[in-house]
């Protein structure tokens, strides 16, 4: 059974770095797409970034680009988000998500099968 557990929030000043895990049990990431989303209070889950099965990597948020990265290790069946720069705005929920597919990639959080428990990531300014 695919299962999804989520660790590397915390509390971080501004300007400085985080890395979220999100390992995968059960299934392999060659045949996942993983993405992270995010979900601040009173506002809606949004797409941060993903990786594909076959390795391609999408970036969905123009506030991160440049600042956060995708990656995996496929030995550890393990997908990485590392957030840098950070700011206050980027206060959220983090989420990974995973959907059955090696080349597929959607924004649209409610197309994706399973669900990590999510980690907090809090950015004092």
């Known amino acids: 059974q695919l299962q999804l557990v989520e660790s590397g929030g915390g509390l971080v000043q501004a300007g400085g770095s985080l890395r979220l895990s999100c390992q995968a049990s059960?299934?392999?990431?060659?045949?996942?797409?993983i993405g992270w989303f995010r979900q601040a209070p009173g506002k809606e889950r949004e797409g941060v970034s993903c990786?594909?099965?076959?390795?391609?990597?999408?970036n969905y948020e123009d506030s991160v680009k440049g600042r956060f990265t995708i990656s995996r290790d496929n030995a550890k069946n393990t997908v990485y988000l590392e957030m840098s720069s950070l700011k206050p705005e980027d206060t959220a929920v983090y989420y990974c998500?995973?959907?059955?597919?090696?080349?597929?990639?959607?924004?649209?959080?409610?197309?994706?099968?399973?669900w990590g428990q999510g980690t907090q990531v809090t950015v004092s300014s």
């Open positions: 059960g299934f392999s990431l060659d045949y996942l797409g």
């Open positions: 990786i594909r099965g076959d390795g391609r990597t999408i």
């Open positions: 998500a995973a959907v059955r597919s090696r080349n597929y990639c959607p924004r649209e959080y409610r197309q994706y099968d399973r």
